[in-house]
């Protein structure tokens, strides 16, 4: 990563950008979580757009933060710009499969089921499992958790409480 | 120019830093649009201030919890707008929030209002999540497409602010006599501000098609409040009864408070960062 020379093209930025994880959930990456919109280089210099997951998400000048240290270790000063983009609203639906699955495993209970859509089908709210021991016998302790993107749950099988990634 | 910032090493020459809330748009808002989106971005400001009181003082844990999120939605809603607001004058958001004066804030006086007991809050909060949820569903239609991308992203937010004060509503009126009693006082002291965000100004003739009249909100906003009323025998007092007038810059002693415990740090220490 020290090396200053390497060549910053738009592969090399986006598999840069791609190791920032998110610093709430560590074992996920901006781009499992689908938070990594968009890069480009111009000029020497990666513009890397994201989006954040809610409108008040703390975690994006951390985010902003780790992006700079990490074009800086690798290409230098000033390689890097970061954008912010509202729209389109990111949704649970872009977190990738490999995320949901590391999100499990992290001890955290991935969205069950997809967004709903204006004039789409109606959501349907699916069993949330137990991410310890799978039962689906769970129940909601608290429709908000310790962040935005969280509900607090709790397992009826092995009566442990975990947190459940909501479906947005 | 190459400077440390102050969060450590990183080098913030070309990282930049201005451009932090960018809607769908790039645009500068106009004078009028600037205005429409202080209106929003107050209500929202001053709302998230009032919901932060309760945090380690809520009546149990998970709604500690459930007020700071819900707060933290409307900071994140307050500073898109005022970002935006401030692009029609090359003003930031830091500037509007902590640089104009009671006057100059555009909040509904209902936002402002205090927290007193849980079903005050609780009855503003339902009250403002009902109309955000009207609001921000006919916003994302707006021709100025950074309003369009903040009100796309806050509705899907603003539901389930919704769902929880509906749920805190059903349970105060049918709880016990003193939750009901309780909620019944709360209406008659909050209610009566309800109106007044329905209140069409002359501003909404010079934005047709980039902002939604508050008088076609209150339609389905009565439908919403009346079937939970209804659902819940509760009678809810007229909304009219307040004279208003928080969209031009007249407020209700509470603001003055409230501001002062806002803003005090960044006048304290202008140009502070951390």
């Known amino acids: ?168 | 120019m190459t400077r440390a910032d102050p969060h450590g090493e990183v080098i913030v020459d070309r990282l930049s830093l201005a451009d932090e809330i960018v809607g769908g748009g790039e645009e500068a808002a106009t004078a009028d649009a600037a205005e429409y989106a202080l209106w929003l971005g107050d209500d929202a400001l001053v709302l998230a201030q009032c919901l932060g009181w309760w945090i380690s003082r809520g009546p149990e844990l998970e709604e500690d919890m459930a007020l700071a999120n819900i707060a933290l939605d409307l900071l994140g809603h307050a500073r898109s707008l005022l970002s935006h607001a401030g692009t029609a004058d090359g003003r930031t958001e830091d500037d509007l929030a902590y640089w104009r004066d009671e006057r100059e804030f555009r909040c509904a006086q209902l936002a402002e209002l205090p927290n007193g007991d849980y079903a005050h809050t609780l009855v503003r909060q339902l009250a403002f999540a009902v109309f955000q949820v009207e609001l921000y569903d006919r916003l994302q239609e707006s021709s100025d497409a950074t309003l369009a991308a903040i009100a796309a992203k806050a509705a899907k937010e603003v539901a389930y602010h919704r769902e929880h004060s509906t749920e805190w509503f059903r349970r105060l009126a049918l709880g016990t006599d003193d939750s009901r009693r309780r909620l019944l006082t709360a209406l008659e002291h909050v209610w009566p501000y309800v109106g007044d965000l329905f209140r069409d100004e002359p501003l909404l003739d010079r934005l047709e098609g980039v902002a939604v009249r508050p008088s076609t909100l209150r339609a389905p906003f009565d439908q919403a409040m009346g079937a939970l009323a209804a659902e819940t025998g509760i009678e809810l007092p007229d909304p009219d009864l307040a004279r208003g007038g928080g969209r031009h810059g007249i407020h209700t002693e509470h603001l003055g408070l409230l501001l002062a415990e806002l803003q005090v740090l960044a006048r304290a220490h202008p140009g502070a960062t951390w």
């Not at chain 1, 090399?12 to 919109?37: F, H, K, M, N, S």
């Not at chain 1, 689906?136 to 908000?144: G, H, I, Q």
């Open chain 1, 1 to 168: 990563m020290s090396a200053v020379t390497a060549t910053l093209d738009r592969e090399a930025a986006w598999r840069l950008a791609a190791t920032v994880v998110d610093p709430e959930i560590p074992v996920l990456t901006i781009e499992d979580l689908g938070i990594l919109r968009a890069v480009e280089v111009a000029d020497g210099v990666a513009r890397v757009t994201i989006t954040p997951t809610y409108s008040g998400c703390p975690a994006m000048d951390a985010i902003r933060d780790d992006l700079g240290r990490a074009f800086h270790h690798a290409f230098g000063a000033g390689r890097v710009e970061v954008r912010t983009v509202l729209h389109p609203a990111w949704t649970t639906d872009w977190m990738s499969e490999a995320g949901r699955r590391k999100l499990a495993e992290f001890g955290i209970a991935p969205p069950s089921g997809r967004a709903g859509h204006a004039g789409g089908p109606v959501r349907l709210t699916l069993a949330t499992r137990c991410p310890r021991c799978g039962s689906a016998d769970t129940v909601e302790v608290s429709r908000f958790g310790s962040t935005s993107c969280k509900a607090l749950y709790e397992c009826r099988s092995c009566l442990e409480p975990f947190d459940y990634f909501r479906v947005l």
